[in-house]
């Protein structure tokens, strides 16, 4: 038992540490505005007590939860919570912050897999980003920008060729369900992998499957440490899912202001309207064209201007944008696709009835258009792909014309089969990049009629075994192609040859 002296000399201590402490403790009037929680549900917190509360202002829920203003009311705000609910109730006690919502930006995300905010979702470490910039930024003035000059090379043949995708364009991906829009854009990313772009993809909406295989396919494939995952699956809160844009666009944009080059894939858009949506009807906001609220264009179309080439007085970096939506029954003409189609600088579109004949990619020739084209073309690729999208467009008409009874003209039936040769070079796997050569060795030989003679079938062999022959025996081609950007007449001669040499090695026979 502690005598007397022992407990005085422990109060003594005791009295010395607090005096010490209040000393260095700064004692001031604070003035401040608390709020309270009147009604919560499905993502939205109705908020009173808070005056001065800005548009877009974050907001902090007791200690650990965030959201952020949506809307003004006179009496209440309406706030879209970023965090679990149930945490919230009514009572809850809400502060304002004074500052919008912000992301972490930076190499330090580069292979790693976050979510809206840049919290991890990979089980890794924290990120420590040594720089935070606004999920919502004014897009780059029109004196700020340069021309689009120069491609981003998918590998994927019909798009390169036809379609040709500039650095600092947005191109919408449209089409129906299951049309393979996501393999497409995934096969973009994954042939930057010996290039320098950086890429984003930001998941909206999506199953936590679907995402999963996308981020195991890049890592199998492509370059993952160049690649950055913003992940706001179909299990998070709406708040999330409608953040999840306009974070991998600040992401992006770090990169870009520094001279890089950054490609970003939304997937999908069409699932970020519906959110949209549901948040404004939530917070009774009024409804226009299918329950859409009049600013779903504004919404979109800040979004996507942020796309662009600096100029080079700004470091000539430059932001790629590859949005996409989904059609119901093919149908371009709803509200929301005609939205996007408007917004961006072409669309390549996706045909259900050519993904169920298993033409892949189901890309619809006739609908699709890149409105850059070949000012972002390499010449050498522009210089051979030429009549091909006319020819190939001709050729699915006369093909469909045909079904209704045979011709015997000989023409026709040179159309048709040339139009059958052309449909078998764009028919293209997943994950199997062609190079800028093999693209133009394919359309060379393609025009001058190289494959007629050969049964279709023959292409899919001969697409897997080109760039290994090519490689052996047309390398100084390769190299002079890659140098220069153009052929000779005589350099491009000889790629021919170098292709009829595969094909008559291959023994195909003449049908």
């Not at 004196?143 to 491609?151: C, G, K, L, N, S």
């Not at 950054?262 to 999908?268: M, N």
């Not at 970096?317 to 590859?322: N, P, V």
């Amino acid at each position: 038992m502690s005598t007397m002296a022992e407990r005085e000399a422990n109060v003594s201590d005791w009295l010395a540490r607090s005096r010490a402490a209040l000393e260095r403790t700064p004692i001031g009037a604070e003035a401040g505005e608390i709020g309270r929680v009147e009604q919560v549900g499905d993502g939205i917190a109705q908020v009173s007590g808070l005056p001065g509360a800005r548009l877009n202002e974050l907001l902090r829920f007791g200690e650990t939860s965030f959201g952020f203003v949506l809307t003004l009311d006179a009496e209440r705000i309406a706030a879209v919570l970023l965090d679990d609910p149930s945490a919230i109730a009514a009572g809850t006690e809400v502060r304002g912050t004074g500052e919008v919502l912000q992301v972490p930006v930076g190499p330090e995300l580069l292979g790693r897999v976050v979510d809206s905010l840049g919290r991890p979702l990979d089980g890794g470490a924290p990120v420590e980003a040594k720089q935070w910039l606004p999920i919502e930024r004014p897009a780059p003035a029109i004196i700020d920008r340069d021309h689009v000059r120069e491609p981003v090379e998918t590998g994927v043949l019909i798009v390169d060729a036809l379609f040709a995708i500039g650095r600092g364009q947005r191109e919408l991906i449209i089409g129906d369900r299951a049309t393979g829009k996501t393999s497409l854009a995934i096969d973009a990313i994954v042939n930057q992998k010996h290039s320098e772009l950086i890429c984003v993809y930001v998941a909206i909406g999506q199953r936590a499957s679907a995402v999963q295989q996308v981020i195991e396919a890049v890592r199998e494939h492509g370059a993952a440490q160049r690649c950055i995952f913003v992940v706001a699956s179909a299990s998070a809160a709406p708040g999330m899912q409608w953040v999840a844009p306009f974070a991998g666009f600040s992401i992006a944009e770090y990169f870009r202001d520094r001279g890089q080059h950054a490609l970003v894939v939304l997937d999908d858009l069409s699932k970020h309207a519906a959110t949209h949506r549901e948040l404004a009807l939530l917070t009774h906001e009024a409804p226009g064209r299918e329950a859409y609220p009049g600013d779903i264009f504004y919404l979109h179309a800040r979004l996507l201007e942020r796309a662009a080439k600096l100029s080079v007085e700004l470091g000539g970096g430059s932001l790629t944008a590859l949005p996409i939506a989904q059609t119901e029954a093919g149908s371009l003409s709803a509200y929301i696709p005609t939205n996007l189609i408007s917004i961006t600088d072409g669309q390549i579109v996706l045909d259900s009835h050519l993904a169920a004949a298993n033409q892949q990619p189901a890309v619809d020739v006739g609908l699709s258009v890149s409105r850059v084209g070949g000012k972002a073309q390499p010449r050498v690729l522009r210089d051979v792909a030429g009549r091909v999208r006319l020819d190939y467009a001709q050729f699915l008409e006369l093909e469909l014309f045909t079904r209704f009874g045979g011709l015997s003209d000989s023409r026709v039936k040179a159309q048709l089969q040339r139009g059958e040769r052309t449909r078998a070079v764009f028919a293209q796997p997943r994950f199997a990049a062609l190079r800028r050569i093999d693209q133009v060795a394919l359309l060379a030989a393609l025009s001058e009629g190289v494959f007629d003679a050969y049964p279709a079938t023959l292409l899919k062999t001969l697409r897997i075994r080109l760039p290994a022959w090519l490689d052996a025996r047309a390398a100084a081609l390769a190299q002079e192609a890659r140098r220069s950007g153009q052929l000779t007449d005589a350099q491009r001669t000889a790629l021919v040859a170098e292709v009829a040499a595969l094909c008559a090695e291959l023994g195909g026979t003449a049908p």
